[in-house]
């Protein structure tokens, strides 16, 4: 199946990614985010999660969850180009919520078959939730998981669990006999123990969870194959929310070299500013390409999803890094303080660039696809 | 239906057609001898010829200029070139030799010229039959073009012009060139005027063209000396003193991002043709033993092609995305960067290809040994002529930073 020219990127998806802009802009402004989430710089401090969750609450009735939920299961079935511009603007707004989260909890669903429309369906009413699969050294090949189903019962413990201090829902990898299979549970069922990390990232929360036999619903029984044709929506996503806060990071930056003066100038005025900023547009501009490029894939050309998927998001982790530290660095002393947002964002970004496979790991994985396994 | 054919008007998709009818009778068999890498290294009458001939078949059959009205000797139609470009492309065809004058002074003559003159000129432009060269830089005048000295004095309806332009592409075989001239010593930006002027019939009379020689020892490019040559002030573009202006036009179409496509053909296989692009690096990569190992196993080096491919198809699809304004930020961010990225990515995979190539990199043209003929390492050191060309690219990243991000200009 070819891509369309226009990447399917439908006035409709336009409607939405600059309504979800306007929305930020007038509902969640960056220093409401700092004073959120930033109150207490203190590295000892009681770890969480700190969200707008009535302006969550509005974007649920705006049916946000839903737009990925294929029409089967009560959902809008929205192209994935859609759901990148939406995310996009997310990542700009550093909006802290389960979105991104919910949102690849879908995908793995929606790659399951009818054994999961259950699960599907309430995502579709409004449950939000996310995966639990990586392993204690981060492994982000969801066959490495720790944790154990044997008699319908878990056990073991996931690691790196993204926002799991706001979700309902774990869709958990498990080893079962030789295969890996999924299941859905509640987060406080019992049995369950989350433990929330000291992370980094003020804008996201992240967990490790124990399991000590816990009951869950067995959703999929290929688990490896469904999260396997899930997978470059999930970098895609991710992908999509970094060029969304790299842009923020560029024009913030411009911003901030447009007015302040050192040397009788404005310091945008100096090469060894202008041309790294330049630079910085130049990636995110190619990894924003790629990152539509990789979700029109999904939407019509899915053998070659995940060779995209690679690419966009390889791409991303190397803008998220380059972007965050030009921010800092050329807003000088005052880019070094808690006070001063970059640091939001530049944290948000560290924490994307690893996310899911940092850039060296994705080209592996394309090399593998392109030029074959070295033998 | 293939990926770029799914979105066609109906008048693109008659038209494409059309193209691939034509091309698939009329595409010219490869020459029995060498052709250099662009139309800027055309050295022969004999590769002249061939590539003249080739522009004058396309044009005829409504391939070239389709986008240009009928009563300039263009096509009339509306977005086909594009269509007309990608199919030349996927029939291999040879370049098109007048590319200063399809690139740079059709746009330019067609925004700026008099009624008289579009007539009298585009026509043997679009066809190739006149060849045009490009009189900007000057030996004090390069990253400061607005500096340039070459004056044209006024005397009487005409200019008598004395001067010295250089790096000028083709000006050995071109019949007009288009001109930035100084006609006002007191002021910088405001003392320009921009013309066309007669090349091969002043030649001797006014005109004296020496060939310079690349670092690759080709030549190609050459110094276009003016004295006392004497032109009639109808051959003027715009206003007295608007040349900045003018050139303006002629500088966004050279660098990707002018509204009218470029007519642009290409993609035939040539001894002496050779891209710097990933295709063709891993198929260097492949053939070639790097630690005991065919390279393309290496762990560094597959990293590293890879960084290539993903920044050539991020290039690939930026030009996409610029056909979607929805997801644009600023009318011109993405076409502003073509002509660096295009430059710079060629640059950085033909040195990866060096690398690749190990000690073999050393043999050059004419070496029976050489991987790829030698081609590489001339790739190599041609990539140097297009991110110094054309607005270096220190120049497109100041224009990118102040014109896009509004930074302070640099004067």
Redesign the interface.
């Known amino acids: 199946m070819a891509q369309p020219d226009d990447y399917g990127f439908s006035e409709e998806a336009a409607l939405l990614k600059y309504s979800a802009r306007k929305f930020f802009k007038s509902n969640f402004p960056t220093d409401k985010l700092q004073k959120m989430v930033a109150d207490n710089p203190d590295s000892a401090r009681v770890q969480i999660s700190n969200w707008d969750k009535a302006l969550w609450q509005q974007l649920l009735e705006l049916g946000w969850t839903l737009l990925a939920v294929p029409e089967s299961a009560d959902g809008l079935g929205l192209p994935a180009v859609a759901v990148a511009g939406l995310v996009e603007e997310v990542g700009r707004a550093a909006f802290p919520c389960p979105l991104l989260a919910t949102l690849n909890t879908t995908y793995v669903l929606a790659a399951c078959g009818e054994s999961a429309n259950g699960a599907l369906r309430e995502i579709a009413e409004g449950t939000t939730a996310t995966l639990a699969l990586t392993n204690r050294a981060g492994s982000w090949q969801p066959e490495d998981t720790e944790v154990v189903a044997s008699e319908g019962k878990l056990n073991g413990t996931a690691y790196f669990v993204q926002d799991a201090g706001k979700v309902d829902k774990f869709l958990v990898c498990a080893r079962k006999g030789t295969g890996h299979s999924l299941y859905w549970v509640a987060t406080d069922a019992p049995g369950i123990t989350v433990h929330a990390d000291a992370i980094v990232d003020l804008t996201r929360d992240q967990a490790h969870v124990d399991f000590a036999d816990v009951e869950a619903d067995q959703v999929c029984e290929d688990g490896l194959k469904a999260l396997g044709q899930a997978f470059p929506a999930i970098c895609t996503m991710l992908a999509a929310d970094v060029i969304g806060a790299a842009e923020w990071q560029l024009q913030t930056t411009a911003e901030y070299a447009r007015t302040r003066t050192q040397f009788d100038r404005p310091i945008g005025f100096f090469q060894a500013v202008k041309h790294p900023l330049v630079d910085v547009m130049i990636q995110i501009d190619e990894a924003k390409s790629l990152v539509y490029n990789a979700a029109c894939a999904i939407d019509h050309e899915p053998k070659r999803a995940a060779e995209y998927a690679h690419m966009a998001k390889a791409s991303a982790s190397e803008t998220a890094a380059f972007a965050s530290s030009r921010s800092v660095q050329f807003h000088g002393g005052i880019g070094y303080t808690w006070e001063c947002y970059v640091q939001l964002y530049f944290k948000r970004q560290k924490h994307s660039q690893m996310l899911w496979g940092d850039a060296a790991w994705h080209r592996g994985r394309l090399a593998d696809i392109v030029l074959g396994k070295v033998s | ?4 054919d ?2 066609d008007t109906p008048e693109q998709a008659e038209f494409r057609q059309h193209c691939r009818d034509w091309l698939c009778d009329n595409t010219p068999a490869e020459p029995s001898f060498r052709l250099p890498i662009s139309a800027l290294e055309i050295m022969t009458e004999e590769q002249l010829k061939y590539l003249k001939d080739w522009q004058k078949s396309a044009y005829d059959a409504g391939l070239v200029g389709c986008d240009y009205p009928v009563e300039y000797g263009g096509g009339g139609r509306t977005n086909c070139q594009r269509i007309a470009n990608e199919e030349m492309h996927r029939a291999k065809t040879p370049y098109m030799p007048n590319i200063i004058g399809l690139g740079m002074a059709a746009p330019t003559l067609l925004h700026h010229g008099q009624e008289e003159l579009k007539k009298h000129l585009l026509p043997r432009l679009l066809s190739g039959e006149d060849i045009w060269c490009q009189g900007f830089s000057e030996p004090g005048s390069g990253s400061d073009l607005a500096s340039v000295q070459t004056f044209a004095q006024r005397d009487g309806d005409a200019w008598i012009i004395n001067g010295h332009k250089v790096w000028t592409s083709l000006a050995h075989f071109a019949a007009w060139m288009i001109i930035l001239l100084r006609t006002d010593k007191t002021e910088k930006h405001g003392g320009l005027s921009y013309f066309v002027v007669p090349i091969s019939s002043a030649l001797g009379q006014g005109v004296t063209v020496k060939p310079l020689i690349k670092m690759t020892g080709e030549t190609g490019f050459n110094e276009v000396l003016f004295e006392d040559l004497p032109v009639n002030d109808g051959l003027r573009l715009g206003g007295l003193g608007q040349g900045w202006q003018v050139a303006t036009t002629t500088l966004l179409h050279e660098r990707d991002a002018g509204e009218l496509v470029t007519p642009r053909s290409g993609g035939m296989k040539n001894a002496a043709s050779h891209n710097a692009d990933t295709a063709n690096l ?1 198929d260097l ?1 492949r053939k070639t033993q790097y630690n005991g190992k065919p390279a ?2 290496d ?1 560094l080096l ?2 590293r ?3 290539q ?3 050539e ?3 690939q ?2 030009q ?2 610029a ?2 304004p ?2 644009l ?1 600023h009318p011109a ?2 076409q502003l ?1 073509n002509k ?2 295009r430059s710079e990515i060629a640059q950085e995979t033909a040195a990866l290809a060096l690398e690749v190539a190990g000690a073999s990199a050393s043999l050059y043209l004419g070496d029976e040994n050489a991987p790829a003929g030698g081609q590489w390492p001339l790739a190599y050191m041609s990539t140097y002529g297009n991110t110094i060309a054309a607005g270096t690219s ?1 120049v497109q ?2 224009i ?3 014109r ?7 004067k």
């Open positions: 239906m293939s990926e770029s799914s979105k891993i990569a393309v196993q762990p597959r990293d092609i890879m960084q491919l993903i920044r198809t991020g290039l699809e930026n996409r995305r056909r979607v929805a997801l930020e961010r993405l960067q660096l990225l220190e990243r100041n990118l930073g102040e896009v991000l509004s930074l302070a200009k640099s």
